[in-house]
């Protein structure tokens, strides 16, 4: 009997670093049980002439140039990355897409902030496309508390066609029963940690770094334009009394520096899984950094990226995942805590365990069942 093809969605190939390592992780896992997966993308027929010129390496050469756009620095680590670990598809004409769609036996909607339809709506991401296959979501975030009124019949209509439902925040289950009158939605793990910190670490073999990296250091990887971070990070190098820093400048953020720090721009996704493993502190308002860090067993500081009136807020997923491991302390304080102090990993990792093998069966039930 063959195995069973995956369709996979979600997002890919930003110069956000989670983005790319929460695709991988998923991908990796579906791998590793036997799956063969296919990363799938919209069908698009303005891509025919790239077909002609395909004689003359037109689209790889296309595809190394975009990225290189996207992230000046480190389009190139990035590129390999994705094109080395995906198989992904980009039918040119529509009976292409169609015989794909065919040939594939379920669909999964992968996880990040997909169904956030605040940021973007985006029919695709819910897998209008899959006609009768099964339909499965994994992990995939709405990363808002409510749905705007204009998109509830649409997202209702299609979640409706799911036979299993996975969300990351336990938000997003209430928000999506609420929605659609299901009682089957459950919350699993981000795909980061499907991934044990040996599989992380593995990745990141063949780093390169193009300065001596500190023996003892805090990694800065902050995404946020926040005046305040660059006094925080002061007052972290203070407490911690680490004085080396160094600092993943992100897409967002690129310009964030501190008096003294290593500057390093040139990260792709496996130095930037490599630096979180060896730092001694890691300082972060990104939910992967934050996942990592705890997978990694690092300890770690949270600054908060947005107002909690905010409506566009996303701060929902990053105290869920910090009060379900009893992690709550350490967002950042001015004015005291025990933020700064060592993390004892030893409850947090039993949690970890049990929840990472409650969500490895979601996966192999609602794919195979």
Sequence with gaps: MKNKRIGLVTWLGSGNFGTTLQAFALNEKLKSLGFDVLFFTPYNSKTFVK????????P?????????KV?????????????????????????????????????ISGSDQIWNVRHKYDSFMFLDFAGEKKRVAYASSIGISSIPEEYRNDMKRLLLKFANIGVREKVAVDVLSEL?????????????????????????????????????YILCYLIGNNDDYVRQIKDVREKTNIQDIVIIPSAETPNLNVDGAILYPYAGPREFVDLISKATFVCTDSFHATALSINMSKDFVEFIRFRDSDGNSQNSRIYDVLNHYHLGNRIYNAAGGDWHGCIDYVKVQEILEADRISSENYLMTSIED
């Design 180 to 216: 659609t009158g299901r009682n089957d939605i459950v919350q699993v793990l981000d795909p980061t940690f499907l991934l044990r910190p040996d599989d992380w670490k593995n990745i990141a073999d063949s780093v390169y770094y193009e300065f001596e990296l500190p023996k003892k």
């Design 71 to 107: 992230c000046p620095n480190n389009g190139d680590k990035l590129y390999d990355f994705i094109h080395g670990n995906f198989k992904i598809v980009s039918p040119v004409f529509k009976s292409d897409f169609i015989r794909l769609v065919n040939s594939t036996d379920v669909f």
């Design 51 to 58: 077909r002609i010129l395909s004689f003359f390496g037109y």
């Design 60 to 68: 790889i050469l296309r595809n190394r140039a975009f990225y290189k």
